[in-house]
C-alpha cells in the first residue's frame, strides 16, 4: 500500500461547479497537509496548508482533514476555467532532517468546462 | 514567487554525458530539495540538504549526487546520463522551523537522447 493516494481522474467539470478533491494515507504519523496546485508546464504552486485536524478556508478553497480516517480533501466552490490544473496533496510528519520530508500524491488533473 | 531560480530551464544532452542542474535560491532558507516528476509516478525525492555541506539521500538518488558550498545554491548532478533520466527535474525550499511546506522553482526539463 502507497503511504499517499490520490484518485488519478482526469476530472472535468462544468464552470460553477463545486469540486471534491480527495487523498488518503496509511502512516498515522503525519501531521501537516497540503495541497498543491500545478498548471501545464509550471512548479507546484502551494494552496494550501493544514495542520492537524479540522478544516481550512480561503476564498474559494476549502481543506479539510480528518486524521481518524487519515482522509484529506479539497473543496472548490464555484469552480472556474482558472481553476484547470493538476492538484497534488504532499504531507509530512514533521520533525528534522529526513522527518521534515514531504510525501506527494501522484497528483489529479482538473479541467474545468465554460 | 519564493525567490527560487533554475538553470538551465531546457536541456538536451546525449547518452553518457554528466549534466549539472543548478538550483538558487535569494531568501537564506536552510532545506533545499531536488525531485523529479515523471507520468504516472507524481514527486519523488532525488536528494535534499539540511545546510551547507549537510545532504541526505531522498528515495530514486541512484545515478544523481548534490553539492551545497553556498547557502543559496544546490546543485544537482548526473555524472553520467542515460535516458532513464528524462525528466522535469523541480528544486525546493523550505524555512527552517515548525512550519513544513515547501515552496517550488519554476522546473528544468531535460532530454537525454
Known amino acids: 500500500q502507497k503511504e499517499v493516494e490520490q484518485d488519478p481522474g482526469p476530472l472535468s467539470v462544468p464552470e460553477g461547479a463545486i469540486v471534491s478533491l480527495n487523498c488518503t494515507y496509511s502512516n498515522s504519523a503525519f501531521q501537516y497537509f497540503m495541497w498543491y496546485r500545478q498548471y501545464s508546464r509550471k512548479g507546484p504552486e502551494l494552496l494550501m496548508y493544514?495542520?492537524?485536524?479540522g478544516n481550512k478556508e480561503d476564498g474559494r478553497f476549502t481543506a479539510q482533514v480528518d486524521k481518524s480516517s487519515k482522509y484529506i480533501s479539497l473543496f472548490i466552490r464555484d469552480s472556474q476555467p482558472s481553476d484547470s490544473a493538476t492538484y497534488l496533496c504532499a504531507m509530512s510528519s514533521g520533525g528534522a532532517g529526513a522527518n521534515s520530508k514531504l510525501t506527494f500524491g501522484k497528483g489529479i488533473t482538473l479541467s474545468v468546462r465554460p | 514567487d519564493a525567490g527560487i531560480t533554475q538553470s538551465p530551464r531546457h536541456k538536451v544532452t546525449e547518452t553518457g554525458t554528466p549534466v549539472t542542474l543548478r538550483c538558487h535560491q535569494t531568501?537564506?532558507?536552510?532545506?533545499m530539495y531536488w525531485y523529479r516528476q515523471d507520468p504516472g509516478h507524481g514527486l519523488r525525492l532525488i536528494h535534499y540538504?539540511?545546510?551547507?555541506?549537510?545532504?541526505d539521500k531522498g528515495e530514486v538518488s541512484d545515478g544523481y549526487s548534490v553539492s551545497r558550498s553556498k547557502t543559496e545554491d544546490f546543485l544537482l548532478t548526473l555524472e553520467s546520463a542515460t535516458s532513464s533520466q528524462t525528466s522535469v527535474y523541480f528544486c525546493a525550499i523550505r524555512q527552517a522551523g515548525a512550519s513544513y511546506e515547501q515552496y517550488f522553482g519554476p522546473g528544468t526539463r531535460l532530454t537525454v537522447t
Open positions: 493544514t495542520y492537524s485536524s
Open positions: 540538504s539540511y545546510g551547507v555541506k549537510d545532504t
Open positions: 531568501e537564506n532558507h536552510r532545506y
